[in-house]
């Protein structure tokens, strides 16, 4: 079993290279999922502003086909 760490020699760069690799994909993970969080909240927020101005355009749309 330790030979295959040890993995002729060169199982130091081998394996700090997999560490290396570990760690920038869960430095990836986690900035995608504040991006992912940040875009959510954004959205929330444009849904609200949006929800609150579709009742004025029905109302001038309203108004102008009635008149």
Request: charged share 20%; no cysteine.
């Amino acid at each position: 079993m330790s030979e295959f760490f040890s993995m002729g020699g060169y199982g130091s760069y081998i394996w700090a290279s997999y560490g290396i690799a570990a760690l920038a994909m869960i430095v990836l993970l986690i900035a995608t999922l504040r991006g992912l969080r940040q875009s959510k909240t954004e959205l929330d927020q444009l849904e609200t502003v949006l929800k609150a101005r579709r009742p004025r355009r029905a109302r001038t749309t309203d108004q102008s086909q009635t008149s």
